[in-house]
């Protein structure tokens, strides 16, 4: 399978506990986003990376939330000291860019990780 | 910043009924509009997506767009819904002018009914 994946699917942790998420991404794409997604509700975007740049976090990555591009391929998200409105799930998308020849802004997306805070 | 809105929570029509999704967009300049499908408990599948030229985009599945920069709308349609088309359906848009992100709308659930 060639599309981008996420692991775990699901996590169940307790309140306090840290958790990480893992993407990889369409290989031969250079984007990678993150978005949270809360039920009843559309994606929300939570940062996004050019290689391994990270170029824009929203205001709502606090700074319990850290993402890492290292080698320019796959990305983690980590959460510290889960609380419960932390639950929700967290969708990862990249895309190709088109440089010169201006953005497609075709984002694929992975199946999600669902986290459970109790 | 973009934003999109999606009007309606949830469509219902009738198998073999014409279907149609409502979106409409805000943004400072040009838009680029997107639409993807999401089915229970799984990520975003891209639909499709206006860019630039013909207001009338052709997609995935059998559906269609159609830009209306007049209306500020892009209204997602399928001429015969399918039972396999009950799903939850967002809208898009991102601003050409260097923000990368992608807004979204809140979704619309589409039931089918046989």
């Known amino acids: 399978d060639t599309g981008v994946s996420q692991d775990p699917r699901h996590k169940i942790t307790k309140r306090g506990q840290n958790v990480t998420f893992r993407c990889d991404p369409i290989?031969?794409?250079?984007?990678l986003y993150w978005y949270r997604q809360t039920l009843g509700q559309g994606p929300e975007f939570l940062t996004y990376?050019?290689?391994?740049?990270?170029?824009?976090k929203s205001r709502l990555l606090s700074d319990r939330f850290s993402a890492e591009r290292p080698k320019g391929s796959f990305s983690t998200l980590e959460i510290q000291r889960t609380e419960q409105g932390d639950s929700a799930m967290y969708l990862c998308a990249s895309s190709e860019y088109g440089g010169g020849t201006g953005q497609t802004g075709e984002l694929f997306f992975g199946e999600g990780s669902r986290l459970t805070v109790l | 910043a973009q934003s999109v809105a999606q009007p309606e929570d949830q469509v219902n029509v009738a198998e073999g009924n014409p279907l149609t999704v409502k979106c409409t967009y805000s943004v400072s300049g040009n838009p680029y509009l997107f639409w993807y499908v999401q089915y229970p408990n799984r990520g975003l599948q891209f639909l499709l997506k206006y860019i630039t030229g013909d207001n009338l985009v052709k997609g995935s599945y059998g559906f269609e767009a159609e830009f209306n920069k007049s209306q500020t709308s892009f209204h997602l349609k399928k001429p015969s819904a399918l039972v396999s088309d009950s799903a939850l359906y967002f809208c898009?848009?991102?601003?050409?002018?260097?923000?990368?992100?992608?807004?979204f709308g809140k979704g619309n659930q589409v039931v089918v009914i046989p």
């Open positions: 898009a848009v991102r601003d050409i002018y260097g923000n990368n992100r992608l807004a």
């Open positions: 990376f050019q290689n391994e740049a990270q170029l824009e």
């Open positions: 290989s031969e794409h250079n984007r």
